[in-house]
């Protein structure tokens, strides 16, 4: 037998939460061609990997990752592939760049430029085939992408708070079909986030019937905002309704408890659980930290998104617009936006204030925290980014992350790291989500290193349909990550998010090492897949 590379001595997890097993691993091309002893007279090998006190599993797969605008940049995405993230799965929230016309594809990724950053002016976007094109082999990482319920509906309806219906459903209906025919994994939607959250249970329902010819999932975040649109007044009601109404699967985003339900994981679950038992089919994810991340229109109505950030522009800028907008900011109930920290900002007038807490920033200008908020958005021209500071209280803090962990043993469970890798000061889990989980956390609380590993590679590749991906054995795809069980650790902080995790010295990718000696090497092996 000839491989291309052999890594030999390793403790192998399979991804099918088997106990592990010492193997060595023969790969040949893009693919594993040998699990078992390996005889050492098989130096053909151009590479051989010694993994003797390392573990050897499939590539994580990344079901949440705000990627998308990062991977055209910088197609290298070390925070990603130096944490042993093989496949990203980008449009989580339904907010995506595909498929959108040249014109809405300039509007739209001005618009989420807070979460996704600026990505290359005048790509053709124009369908999903037409977005796998950018990414495949010009990435390390592969990457899958869901339909995103935003671009369809601004291509049905533009930026405009109109319900779906007629011949505007029917556009955004076909549209998803090709989507998905083009090898979109599934829908999904932020109902916070808009044009979706212009949406009614009815129009997801609608869309559903379309998805549920593919098999494939609703990937959803639930609303906040609308609520009076939505079946159960929103929230998990209403995405339990959708599947029930249309016999589609389910998936839940960003899926743990808070602050304010810390250690009541049971009472979280309980309408989870009944639904499963009546027979829906319900998939979920998490990522390991208290708090998370958006862009600063999230704290607005849905009036002063009509139009796009031309019309949002004009709001900003005009005194008496702007002073309404900072009034009508009650009428949502999001998180209050003090003791939010910027993550992202774009220009070098304000570059300095990333890591700046609202409230401090605030106090610098000597105005409110929604007028700074307001004259940030102006003066940067949306693209500014925040998340939430994390909880003062350390045992709080602790018993999210035990909460967490509890989760992650229910089969039900994946993990998305709900990556936004954009900016001087971003959220931590852009570079230490999977080493945090499976690291640190993993260690704390005591749970088996397959089971873990389970939820970060069987699971998700056979929810979202990633062929041949996801396990170890003879035949599939070559994503891998060597590891050190012991000494695999999250390194990014709050205080300091930017730094790669330890304990990580290899990566593979379609065959590829993409990572050697925790050090990336340049090849672009990724894939646009299924
Ligand atoms: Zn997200």
């Given amino acids: 037998m000839v491989f291309d590379v052999i890594i030999r001595g390793g403790t192998v997890i399979d991804g099918t939460e088997a106990p592990p097993v010492q193997a060595d691993i023969g790969?040949?091309?893009?693919?594993?061609?040998?699990?078992?002893?390996?005889?050492?007279?098989?130096?053909?090998?151009?590479?051989?990997?010694?993994?003797?006190?390392?573990?050897?599993?499939?590539?994580?797969?990344?079901?949440?990752?705000?990627?998308?605008?990062?991977?055209?940049?910088?197609?290298?995405?070390?925070?990603?592939?130096?944490?042993?993230?093989?496949?990203?799965?980008?449009?989580p929230d339904g907010l995506t760049l595909a498929p959108l016309s040249a014109e809405n594809y300039r509007m739209y990724s001005w618009y989420l430029s807070g979460i996704l950053g600026l990505p290359p002016e005048g790509l053709d976007m124009s369908s999903i085939e037409a977005a796998r094109k950018n990414y495949h082999h010009k990435t390390s990482c592969n990457v899958a992408t869901f339909a995103g319920h935003g671009p369809i509906r601004l291509e049905a309806a533009g930026m405009n708070d109109v319900p779906l219906t007629g011949s505007?459903?029917?556009?955004?209906?076909?549209?998803?079909?090709?989507?998905?025919?083009?090898?979109?994994?599934?829908?999904?939607?932020?109902?916070?986030?808009?044009?979706?959250?212009?949406?009614?249970?009815?129009?997801?329902?609608?869309?559903?019937?379309?998805?549920?010819e593919f098999d494939r999932p609703l990937s959803i975040h639930l609303r906040n905002h609308n609520k009076d649109r939505a079946f159960g007044d929103g929230g998990v009601p209403e995405a339990i309704e959708i599947a029930r109404r249309t016999g589609t699967k389910l998936h839940f985003e960003h899926f743990?408890?808070?602050?304010?339900?810390?250690?009541?994981?049971?009472?979280?679950?309980?309408?989870?659980?009944?639904?499963?038992?009546?027979?829906?089919?319900?998939?979920?994810?998490?990522?390991?930290?208290?708090?998370?991340?958006?862009?600063?229109?999230?704290?607005?109505?849905?009036y002063f998104h009509e139009g796009g950030p031309e019309e949002m522009m004009k709001t900003l800028n005009d005194e008496d617009r702007r002073a309404e907008l900072i009034d009508r900011m009650s009428e949502i109930s999001y998180t209050d936006p003090h003791g939010n920290v910027w993550t992202h900002i774009n220009s070098n007038k304000n570059k300095h204030l990333e890591g700046w807490l609202f409230d401090d920033v605030a106090k610098e200008w000597g105005v409110s925290v929604q007028e700074m908020m307001t004259r940030m958005m102006a003066e940067e021209s949306l693209a500014c980014g925040m998340r939430v500071a994390p909880p003062e209280n350390v045992h709080v803090w602790r018993q999210i992350e035990e909460d967490i962990m509890q989760l992650m043993v229910r089969p039900d469970y994946m993990v998305g790291s709900d990556s936004i890798p954009v900016g001087g000061m971003p959220h931590p889990?852009?570079?230490?989500?999977?080493?945090?989980?499976?690291?640190?956390?993993?260690?704390?609380?005591?749970?088996?290193?397959?089971?873990?590993?389970?939820?970060?590679?069987?699971?998700?590749?056979?929810?979202?349909?990633?062929?041949?991906?996801?396990?170890?054995?003879?035949?599939?795809?070559?994503?891998?990550?060597?590891?050190?069980?012991?000494?695999?650790?999250?390194?990014?902080?709050?205080?300091?998010?930017?730094?790669?995790?330890?304990?990580?010295?290899?990566?593979?990718?379609?065959?590829?090492?993409?990572?050697?000696?925790?050090?990336?090497?340049?090849?672009?092996?990724?894939?646009?897949?299924?």
């Fill in 429 to 530: 889990r852009a570079h230490g989500c999977f080493a945090r989980m499976i690291g640190r956390l993993r260690r704390r609380y005591n749970y088996p290193v397959e089971q873990v590993v389970q939820r970060m590679t069987q699971n998700p590749a056979e929810r979202f349909g990633l062929t041949d991906r996801g396990v170890i054995a003879t035949g599939k795809f070559a994503d891998l990550v060597i590891f050190d069980e012991q000494n695999i650790n999250d390194r990014s902080s709050f205080e300091d998010p930017k730094v790669h995790p330890e304990g990580v010295p290899f990566v593979i990718v379609n065959g590829k090492l993409a990572v050697e000696n925790e050090k990336v090497t340049g090849v672009l092996a990724g894939q646009a897949i299924p």
């Fill in 168 to 212: 505007k459903l029917d556009v955004a209906k076909n549209l998803l079909r090709e989507s998905l025919e083009q090898g979109a994994v599934g829908l999904a939607t932020g109902l916070s986030y808009y044009p979706n959250s212009w949406s009614d249970t009815d129009e997801l329902c609608a869309l559903m019937e379309v998805t549920k």
């Fill in 27 to 91: 790969i040949a091309g893009e693919r594993i061609t040998t699990v078992g002893d390996i005889p050492s007279s098989a130096s053909d090998s151009t590479q051989t990997i010694d993994a003797t006190g390392l573990h050897v599993s499939p590539g994580f797969i990344d079901v949440h990752s705000h990627a998308d605008a990062a991977l055209l940049n910088d197609g290298q995405h070390a925070s990603g592939i130096r944490q042993g993230v093989t496949t990203e799965i980008i449009s």
């Fill in 256 to 302: 743990r408890t808070d602050a304010s339900s810390a250690g009541r994981v049971d009472e979280l679950m309980a309408p989870i659980d009944k639904a499963k038992s009546e027979g829906v089919d319900i998939t979920l994810e998490t990522y390991p930290y208290p708090v998370g991340s958006s862009f600063p229109q999230a704290f607005f109505p849905g």
